[in-house]
């Protein structure tokens, strides 16, 4: 099975309305930078947390650059992006939520 590049954990749908107010969590891995490692944590996390708050919580996740499949940095090099090329990544990745 191959690794995927985001993980995402939307509010349940029969709670949601009753909420106040949306909140975007969204986590960069460190290292190992698969978001698979961090699966059952950030599952974990958007369930405490909507349980425990009167608000929808979506959690997201995305791999590193370099560490996905159909990522723009994916095979460019051997060598795994720079910390320049990584926070550019995320930045992208963040604004596409």
Same mark, same amino acid.
Request: glycine fraction near 2%; charged fraction near 25%; avoid cysteine.
């Given at each position: 099975m191959e690794p995927r590049e985001?993980?995402?954990?939307s509010p349940s749908i029969e709670n949601s309305s009753d909420k106040e107010q949306d909140y975007l969590i969204f986590h960069i891995p460190g290292n190992p930078g698969l978001?698979?490692?961090?699966?059952?944590?950030? +599952?974990?996390l958007? $369930? +405490?947390? /909507?349980? /425990? +708050?009167?608000a929808n919580f979506h959690v997201y996740g995305h791999s590193l650059a370099g560490f996905g499949?159909?990522? $723009?940095? +994916?095979?460019?090099s051997t060598q795994l992006a720079g910390l320049g090329r990584q926070i550019e990544?995320?930045?992208? $990745?963040?604004?596409?939520q």
């Open positions: 985001h993980i995402y954990y978001i698979d490692f961090y699966d059952p944590f950030l +599952s974990i958007q $369930k +405490s947390l /909507s349980a /425990s +708050s009167n499949n159909n990522d $723009k940095y +994916s095979g460019v990544y995320v930045d992208d $990745k963040l604004y596409d």
